[in-house]
C-alpha cells in the first residue's frame, strides 16, 4: 500500500519532460484553433462585404440596405453575434479597402471578378490580413488612411502581438515616425544585416506618458518611475526586451560602479545598457557607455551572445554633438531622446475642482438664477 502510495506522490524518471510537452502541444493547438476561427471570421466578413458591395451596384441599393439587413439578421439569427448596423457597414468598407484578397469565395468568384489593385494587393497579402483580429482591422481603416503606412502598422501589430488598445496607442503617438530614428555609430561597429536590425529596434524619441514628472526632477525619479511602470516601460521599449536590473552593481578595480538600467534582448540576442539623463547630451556621456558596455561584455555576455550595445536617453540630443562623440568609440552605442507626459503634476491636479464639483457648483447657480 505504502509503495503504491509513493508511486503515486512521486513521478517517475522522465515525467516532467512528458507533462511538459504534452502542455507544449495544447497550447499549441489552442493558438493554433483561435488563429484559425480568426481566419475564418475574417473571411466571412469580407464575403459578406463583397456580396452587399456587388448587389448595391447590380440593383441600385442604397445604404439602406444594410439597417434592414441587421434587423432581418437578428430576427432570423438572434443568437448570432457581430452583425450590427454599425458592424456590417465595417464589413462593406473592409472589402472595398481590400478587393484583392484571394481567399475569395467560389460563389463570388463566379458572378464577378474583384478589381485588380496591384498595388495594394502586393501591400495586404490574404495570409496577413488574416492574421490580425478584426477589431484591430476596424481601427487600422479608420485612422489609417495612406496604404504602406497601413501595412507598417499591420506588420508590426502580427510581429510584437499588440492588443487593440496599443495598437490605438502606437498610432496615436506615430510610432513609425519614431521606429529607427536614433543616432548610433551601429553601421561602423557591427555587420550590416546585424546594424540593420539593431537600428530598426531604438526609436527616438520613446514616449513615457504614463509618468508625471515636475520640471526639476531628477534622475534618479524617473528611473524609479519607469521601473514601477515596469510593464509599460517595455512596451514602449518594444518586443524582446527582458529586464535585468536596475543600478546594476559592477566591481572593477576595488570600485563600485552601477548601470541605470540593464535589459537583454531576446530576439538580438544581447545585453543593452540604458543610461538616463536629464538635459542635454554631453559628449563624456559617450565614454561612460564605452566603459559599461564593456565590463558587461567582459563578465556577462556568453560566448553565444551579440556585442553588448549602449543607449543614452536624454532630454534634447544634439545630434551632431552626438555623431561625433560616437565616431571614435568602440562599442555600438545609440542616443535617443524621451518624452515625458504632458499631464498636469499631481499636486496640482489636486488643486484643481473635480468634474463632479464643478458641475455642483454649476447646478446650484443655476438654481439660484432661476429663483
Known sequence: MRDDLARMTTPPEGYASLLGDIKHRIRHAQTRAILA???????????????????????????????RLARDLHNELPKEKG???????????????????????????????????PHAAA??????????????H?????????????QWYMQAAVEHGWSRNVLVMQIESAAHHRQGKATSNFAQRLPAP??????????????????????????RELETGLVAHIEKFLLELGQGFAFV????????????????LLFYHLNLRCYVVIELKRGNFKPEY???????????????RHK??????????????????AEYALRGVDKPIGVSSYELTKALPADLQSSLPSIEQIERELSDSEGAASR
Open 138 to 150: 476596424a481601427e487600422l481603416i479608420s485612422k489609417v488612411k495612406d496604404l504602406p503606412l497601413r
Open 304 to 321: 553565444n551572445d551579440h556585442p553588448t550595445i549602449g543607449l543614452i536617453l536624454c532630454q534634447q540630443p544634439n545630434r551632431i554633438l
Open 83 to 117: 452583425f450590427s448596423e454599425r458592424n456590417i457597414k465595417r464589413m462593406l468598407a473592409f472589402y472595398r479597402e481590400y478587393p484583392h484578397l484571394e481567399f475569395v469565395p467560389q460563389t463570388v468568384a463566379q458572378t464577378e471578378t474583384p478589381p485588380t489593385v
Open 37 to 67: 476561427v480568426n481566419a475564418e471570421l475574417i473571411r466571412l466578413y469580407w464575403g459578406i462585404g463583397a456580396l452587399i458591395d456587388q448587389r448595391q451596384k447590380r440593383e441600385g441599393w442604397g445604404a439602406g440596405i444594410i439597417p
Open 286 to 300: 559617450a565614454g561612460k557607455m564605452n566603459f559599461y558596455c564593456s565590463v558587461v561584455d567582459d563578465q556577462l
Open 194 to 219: 546585424e546594424s540593420d536590425l539593431v537600428q530598426q529596434t531604438l526609436k527616438d524619441p520613446y514616449l513615457f506618458d504614463f509618468l508625471t514628472l515636475e520640471a526639476d526632477f531628477h534622475e
Open 123 to 136: 501591400l495586404f497579402p490574404a495570409k496577413l490580413v488574416q492574421a490580425l483580429p478584426w477589431g484591430h
Open 245 to 260: 536590473g536596475r543600478q546594476y552593481h559592477i566591481d572593477i578595480g576595488e570600485q563600485d560602479f552601477y548601470i541605470d
